[in-house]
C-alpha cells in the first residue's frame, strides 16, 4: 500500500455511505408483515446513508402495489435523511416506467435494473441497449442516475458493451460481490473490467459451488464464504480521483443459490434459458417466526461485520503511513 492509497483510504473510508439493502429482509417481506417503512427504521438504527429497496419488497404492502403508502414512505426517509435507491428486476419499457413512478413518488434518487431476457447473448445485448436507450423519455427532467447491475448471466465485459452503446451519463453499473461467479468470472477479474463505470455495490459473501462445468454461487452469512471482502472494499473505495462510488449497499443474503449460467464450453453465442427474479427458500423444518428473527439478526451483523472489515483497512492504512 502507497502512501498515497493510504491517505486516500483513510479519507474515503472515513466518509464511506453504506446502505442497507432490502434484500437482507427478503423473507420478512415475503412471509412476516414487515413493511418499507419498517425498513427505513432499522437503516436508521444502524446509522445508514440510505437504503435500497425492490419495488416488490413487501409484497402486497410494496411500493409498487401500495401506491398510497409512497408519500409516507418518501416523507419518513425525509425525517430520517436517508436516501432512497429503487430496484426493480427487467429493463423492459413498462418495468422501468412503473420504477422510475415510485422513485418519483417517493424523492428516490437512482433506479436500479438488470436484463432478465432469455434468448442468444447477442439478442439480449442488443434488447437491453434499446431499452436503456428510452430512459431520457422516462425521466425526461432527469432526475434520476441508473444502475445497470450484473446479475449472473452476462459478462463484465458485455455490461461495459451496453453502458457504452448507450451513452448515457446518468446510467452506470452496479458490481455485485458475487454475481459473476455464474458467468464464469471471479470477483476481481469483473471488477478490474467494470471499474471505470462502477458507482454502486451490493456487498455480500458467497460460496463459489461447481455446476455443470461452470460455477453457482450459495450466499451465506458474511465471513463464511469464498468473497475476499477485505480485497474488495479496498480496490472500490480507492477507484477514482474523486469517490466514485456512492453507495454500498449491504445486502445479506443466507442461503439463497443461483445456478451456473455460463460455461468455458460456451459457443460464441451462447442461450441464456428464462429465468424468475432472486428469491430465497424458506429453510426446512425451521420454525418461520424464528426464521425470519434470524434473518433480521444476520442482516445486523452484516453490517457490523462490514464496518469492522472497513475499520481494518482504516487501521492498515495508518500503518503504512
Not at 7 to 36: C, K, M
Not at 135 to 143: A, I, K, M, N, V
Amino acid at each position: 500500500m502507497t502512501r498515497t492509497d493510504a491517505a486516500q483510504l483513510i479519507d474515503r473510508i472515513g466518509e464511506v455511505r453504506l446502505f442497507a439493502h432490502a434484500y437482507s429482509w427478503h423473507l420478512n417481506f415475503r412471509f412476516g408483515d414487515a413493511t418499507p417503512a419498517d425498513f427505513l427504521r432499522f437503516a436508521d438504527f444502524h446509522q445508514m446513508a440510505g437504503v435500497k429497496i425492490h419495488v416488490e419488497d413487501g409484497e402486497e404492502r410494496s411500493l409498487l402495489h401500495a401506491p398510497q403508502s409512497r408519500a409516507a414512505f418518501g416523507l419518513l426517509a425525509d425525517v430520517l435523511d436517508l436516501d432512497v435507491h429503487i430496484e426493480t428486476s427487467a429493463t423492459d419499457e413498462a418495468t422501468l416506467r412503473a420504477a422510475i413512478q415510485v422513485a418519483h413518488d417517493t424523492g428516490a434518487t437512482s433506479v436500479r435494473c438488470y436484463p432478465r431476457y432469455a434468448g442468444p447473448v447477442s439478442q439480449i445485448i442488443a434488447q437491453t441497449i434499446h431499452d436503456l436507450r428510452l430512459l431520457p423519455q422516462l425521466d425526461p427532467d432527469g432526475r434520476l442516475d441508473f444502475l445497470l447491475e450484473q446479475h449472473e448471466d452476462l459478462k463484465s465485459d458485455e455490461l461495459v458493451q451496453i453502458v457504452q452503446a448507450v451513452q448515457n451519463p446518468r446510467l452506470t453499473l452496479l458490481f455485485d460481490f458475487a454475481n459473476m461467479i455464474n458467468a464464469f468470472e471471479t470477483p476481481e477479474a469483473a471488477l478490474a473490467k467494470m471499474a471505470p463505470y462502477v458507482t454502486d455495490v451490493h456487498i455480500k459473501d458467497a460460496k463459489i459451488v461447481p455446476d455443470r462445468g461452470g460455477f453457482a454461487h450459495m450466499a451465506c452469512r458474511s465471513g463464511e464464504g469464498d468473497i475476499d471482502f477485505k480485497g474488495l472494499l479496498t480496490t472500490l473505495l480507492l477507484l477514482g480521483d474523486e469517490p466514485q462510488v456512492r453507495a454500498f449497499g449491504c445486502e445479506e443474503e443466507n442461503e439463497m443459490f443461483a445456478p451456473a449460467y455460463r460455461f468455458p464450453t460456451d459457443p460464441a453465442d451462447p442461450i441464456i434459458p428464462m429465468r424468475d427474479a432472486s428469491t430465497t427458500p424458506l429453510t426446512a423444518g425451521e420454525d418461520l417466526p424464528a426464521r425470519l428473527d434470524r434473518e433480521k439478526a444476520e442482516a445486523a451483523a452484516q453490517i457490523a461485520y462490514i464496518r469492522a472489515i472497513l475499520s481494518d483497512i482504516s487501521t492498515q492504512a495508518f500503518e503504512a503511513l
